[in-house]
């Protein structure tokens, strides 16, 4: 499945920010998709995941009560709505899809497919 990330921007503290992923190609509906970041020097980062019918969700601890991940499989999109930013939260967003099961979510190389990622920068 092919995937477009967009929704990044320069936002201040506190503030929110919506990033959609747009699935093409095969049905996203087939696999538990989710969320990675990662900023200049680190390793990327698992941030959420959700499973194939939306019913299960996880989350990076730093994140859990901020972000909320939401799948539309009709619209073949994928949501990550993130508020109470931080400036910690700063990184480059990529979702990723293909996965097998969600239990692996954490884990980046298990995800087969990537979209180009979207910038997301929190001021202080």
């Known amino acids: 499945v092919q995937l477009q990330a967009s929704g990044g921007g320069l936002v201040n503290s506190g503030g929110s920010l919506r990033l959609s992923c747009a699935a093409s190609?095969?049905?996203?509906?087939?696999?538990?998709v989710g969320w990675f970041r990662q900023a200049p020097g680190k390793e990327r980062e698992f941030v959420a995941a959700?499973?194939?019918?939306?019913?299960?969700?996880e989350y990076l601890d730093s994140v859990k009560g901020r972000f909320t991940i939401v799948r539309d499989n009709a619209e073949k999109t994928l949501y990550l709505q993130m508020n109470s930013l931080k400036p910690e939260d700063t990184a480059m967003y990529y979702c990723?899809?293909?996965?097998?099961?969600?239990?692996?979510?954490?884990?980046?190389?298990?995800?087969?497919?990537w979209g180009q990622g979207t910038q997301v920068t929190v001021s202080s």
């Open positions: 990723a899809a293909d996965l097998g099961y969600l239990s692996e979510c954490r884990i980046f190389t298990f995800f087969s497919d």
């Open positions: 959700v499973s194939r019918n939306g019913a299960v969700r």
């Open positions: 190609g095969r049905s996203l509906s087939n696999y538990p």
